[in-house]
């Protein structure tokens, strides 16, 4: 499974972005799909993720404002990211579970005025 992440970029305080994790086949099948993030100087931590039967699962600091979903005729997972803090700043990898674990290569998401 190769995975391509998109949608990274710079936005304001209370700005949106949504990510893209592109998979380059199917993931009808892959048990779990997630977002993760790595600050500067931080270890990587979980945001988001998504099983194959629909399931979420959040980290405390995002929930009411990130959603993950994902379409499985595009292969592609997404995770829509509102209320932007600076906090959230980070380079945000997808990963997918099915076996062993797949990452992607990250994006840049700055969240600054």
């Known amino acids: 499974v190769q995975l391509q992440a998109s949608g990274g970029g710079l936005v304001q305080p209370g700005g949106s972005l949504r990510l893209s994790c592109a998979a380059s086949?199917?993931?009808?099948?892959?048990?779990?799909m997630g977002w993760h993030r790595q600050a500067p100087g931080n270890q990587r931590e979980s945001v988001a993720l998504?099983?194959?039967?629909?399931?979420?699962v959040y980290a405390d600091s995002v929930k009411g404002r990130f959603t993950i979903s994902r379409d499985n005729a595009k292969n592609t997972v997404y995770l829509q990211m509102n209320s932007l803090k600076p906090e959230d700043t980070a380079v945000y990898y997808c990963?997918?579970?099915?076996?062993?674990?797949?990452w992607g290569k990250g994006t840049q998401v700055t969240v600054s005025s």
């Open positions: 998504i099983t194959s039967g629909g399931t979420t």
């Open positions: 086949g199917s993931i009808f099948s892959i048990n779990v």
């Open positions: 990963n997918a579970v099915h076996g062993a674990t797949y």
